[in-house]
């Protein structure tokens, strides 16, 4: 499993992802999944990968053998980033029909997912995600963070911090808090994680992390979140109890004892 997310802003672009595939008692495995294409001065390609490993290491590899090709569409030359999108989505479903049948024989899932970010010169910057089936959906200023892999612990953050109009620099602490609460609630995301921030406009990534496990940032980072909520939920407003002993019975209690 693995856990990435794509942010728009207003300003630019961040894109953050583990680097984990497998996760055991004895066993676990790193690959990269976040990868930049770019163009510098030009055009920023930006992209993060997640399921069946085999089948997302051969796209990238294609799209990289298509631009050392010089081949008529590559991810240099279409000239939107929705073709861009539109295009990597094809590639998906190449590398899955080669595979399929061998895949599906054994009963290995080949879905996969991408996230595609940046900017081409002439437009502003976007963000994609491409599903297995090779379609996809956009990031507008109303939804502007996308997620593929175990989504669901780092969601609740993004949901609450996340505006389209925020400074880069306070939405990559939201993206690395939001990998950070996935790692400690999911063994099968972990670092290292990888993250880029791209400042709209300036057609070049001038801002790289990567995070081990026990980094320094990292931990001041998780002990500040843990303390500043632990602070936040004890000065909360107490609790209005409303409910008086003659109060009326919930209805699940009410039929139980009917019967």
């Keep these: 499993m693995t856990y990435c997310l794509g942010i728009l802003a207003q300003s630019g672009l961040v894109l953050a992802a583990d680097s984990r595939t497998n996760a055991g008692v004895d066993y676990i495995s790193s690959y990269r999944k976040l990868f930049d294409f770019s163009l510098p001065g030009e055009r920023v390609i930006l ?31 279409l000239p939107t980033m929705y073709d861009v999108a539109r295009y990597v989505g094809k590639q998906i479903r190449a590398m899955q029909e080669v595979d399929r049948a061998w895949l599906e024989k054994d009963r290995i899932d080949f879905q996969c997912s991408f996230l595609v970010g940046g900017q081409i010169m002439g437009e502003e910057p976007a963000l994609f995600l491409v599903y297995s089936q090779g379609n996809c959906i956009q990031a507008t200023p109303e939804t502007p963070f996308l997620q593929i892999g175990e989504t669901k612990y780092g969601k609740p953050i993004l949901d609450r911090t996340i505006r389209f109009d925020a400074p880069l620099d306070a939405i990559a602490k939201c993206a690395l808090l939001s990998l950070d609460s996935t790692m400690r609630s999911n063994l099968s995301v972990g670092p290292p994680i990888n993250m880029t921030m791209y400042q709209a406009d300036s057609f070049a990534v001038k801002h790289r992390a990567q995070f081990h496990a026990g980094d320094p940032y990292l931990l001041k980072m998780r002990k500040h979140w843990e303390v500043s909520l632990r602070e936040a939920s004890a000065s909360m407003p107490d609790i209005d109890w409303n409910q008086s002993e003659d109060s009326s019975i919930p209805t699940e209690t009410a039929d139980l004892e009917k019967n």
């Design 47 to 77: 992209l993060c990968t997640s399921g069946n490993l085999s089948v997302t290491q051969g796209v990238v590899h294609t799209l990289s053998q298509d631009i050392k090709a010089n081949q008529a569409a590559n991810l240099h030359t």
